[in-house]
Nanobody, 112 residues
Framework: QVQLVESGGGLVQPGGSLRLSCAAS????????MRWYRQAPGKEREWVAT????????SYVESVKGRFTVSRDNSKNTMYLQMNSLKLEDTAMYYC?????WGQGTQVTVSL
């Protein structure tokens, strides 16, 4: 069955960096469009980034452009989200997504 397992979240100060990972199994990862979403307390889940399977083209929500980078390693069935220059408003649970499958999420907290 499809499994998506996020890791790498934590507590970081504003301006800091984190690298999230999403380990995938149960499907052909190399052929799959993969996405990151996030959900802050009391807010709707928000799309963050997409990476395509073939040429690894990427797209981002405007608020993270220039700070976040999504990448993938098809040999490891893993997607990454490098987050730099983190802001207080980046605090959220971050989720890995493929079609209608979701991981359990990893918490990112940006705080002074």
């Amino acid at each position: 069955q499809v499994q998506l397992v996020e890791s790498g979240g934590g507590l970081v100060q504003p301006g800091g960096s984190l690298r999230l990972s999403c380990a995938a199994s149960g499907f052909t990862f190399s052929n799959s469009i993969m996405r990151w979403y996030r959900q802050a307390p009391g807010k709707e889940r928000e799309w963050v980034a997409t990476i395509l399977p073939t040429d690894s083209s990427t797209s981002y929500v405007e608020s993270v452009k220039g700070r976040f980078t999504v990448s993938r390693d098809n040999s490891k069935n893993t997607m990454y989200l490098q987050m730099n220059s983190l802001k207080l408003e980046d605090t959220a649970m971050y989720y890995c997504n493929r079609l209608n499958y979701w991981g359990q999420g990893t918490q990112v907290t940006v705080s002074l």
